[in-house]
């Protein structure tokens, strides 16, 4: 690094009074994430410009629990599995081998907006109601909670989660779900959901205001002040060991995101912000990196990861770190034959991806492969 730059950027930041803030990637390993608490602490920007709240439990991954899973059903104490608006058969971790374990479940059902990889390993799928077809809550990555309308009734029948559920714990009859198409279960179960929190008196009045405004006031998670340890922070940056070798990141594509909209053309279509490659991925990396394996655009590369491989064409991309490779997720789908677009579109990096490596691979073998792709 260049200390020159380090000093005048350490300079600028203490001359700003607080107001300013350091941040690293959300993926960058627990170090990173203490030494920059640590300056925010000092540089007096806590309070100001950073604030501490709980995270939302939908941003949480939790790998212990599907591996939990996978080994209760080759165990066979599952008799019956639902997969409610997910895809392990395509994007679980490749150590687990999600999609073999499907035959040893007596009941498997799918419900999802498409026929996906799961929905072929399942022996029933259900259609999922689109977001602006069905009714809903959520909460945003500050905790504000947002009630979600439909514009249009279901267009296929489909059900949202909530109804589904729903139907799974017996609250709502299927016969009766499933003929009504008009979105009048779930707006009731979400306001059961509310006028439980809320209290029935004056209940008519704030939901009729929630929806006006689009979000429920004074929802969001409360500031919290945490303790800054020094001791723990040192010992972070102790404990801490740089990526040997090359150092692989998958990331989620800013077109297909986790490959749900693989089948879609106009997304297919959409060029890259970075590369303006369009129908596929590539294994991105920098013109000196490029130049020492003694590839080019297009050229197949191999990439090793503990017991994967994949095979991908490469692509140079000035200002790319050294020594690193990037791959965008969401490609090389296998679907049915009616999800014409998807078929032959890009290269599966999911068959990189472990329970122990979701995001970075450190330590990948990249080499020059066979051939050139177009």
């Not at 009074?17 to 990637?25: D, K, L």
């Not at 709502?172 to 009048?184: I, M, N």
């Not at 990439?303 to 790319?320: D, M, R, S, Y």
Request: contains cysteine; glycine residues 10%; proline residues 5%.
């Amino acid at each position: 690094a260049d200390n020159n730059k380090i000093r005048a950027i350490a300079k600028d930041l203490k001359s700003a009074g607080g107001n300013c803030a350091v941040v690293v990637g959300p993926r960058q390993p627990a170090a990173a994430h203490a030494v920059a608490h640590a300056i925010n602490q000092a540089l007096g920007a806590v309070g100001k410009t950073v604030a501490y709240t709980s995270m939302p439990a939908q941003l949480q991954g939790n790998v212990a629990a599907i591996k939990n899973l996978a080994a209760a059903i080759d165990a066979g104490q599952v008799k019956a599995l639902v997969c409610l608006g997910t895809n392990p058969a395509y994007d679980a971790p490749a150590d687990l081998n999600f999609g073999s374990l499907f035959a040893k479940i007596e009941t498997t059902i799918h419900v999802g907006s498409h026929a996906d990889e799961t929905a072929a390993q399942c022996k029933w799928h259900f259609p999922m109601a689109h977001d602006l077809e069905s009714w809903g809550d959520m909460r945003a990555h500050d905790g504000t909670v947002s009630l979600r309308q439909p514009l249009i009734a279901p267009l296929f029948g489909g059900v949202s989660a909530a109804e589904f559920l729903a139907i799974l714990s017996q609250q709502t009859a299927a016969e009766s779900l499933l003929t009504a198409r008009d979105g009048a279960c779930g707006m009731e179960l979400v306001r059961a959901q509310w006028r439980q929190a809320i209290g029935a008196n004056g209940f008519d009045a704030w939901w009729r205001n929630a929806l006006h405004t689009g979000f429920v006031a004074d929802s969001k998670f409360a500031a919290e002040s945490p303790t800054l340890a020094p001791v723990g922070v040192a010992a972070a940056v102790r404990a801490f060991q740089p990526i040997a070798g090359t150092e692989v990141q998958l990331r989620p594509c800013p077109k297909m995101w986790d490959g749900r909209y693989a089948n879609n053309s106009w997304m297919q279509e959409l060029p890259d912000p970075l590369t303006k490659i369009s129908w596929d991925n590539a294994a991105l990396m920098g013109p000196a990196m490029a130049q020492r394996l003694g590839v080019s655009k297009g050229d197949m590369v191999s990439i090793k990861a503990g017991n994967a491989n994949l095979n991908i064409p490469a692509f140079v991309l000035p200002g790319h770190a050294d020594d690193a490779v990037t791959i965008y997720l969401g490609w090389g789908r296998q679907l049915s034959a009616e999800a014409k677009v998807a078929q032959g579109t890009g290269f599966n990096a999911y068959a990189l991806r472990s329970t122990t490596a979701q995001w970075t691979l450190a330590g990948a073998t990249v080499a020059k492969g066979q051939g050139n792709y177009r």
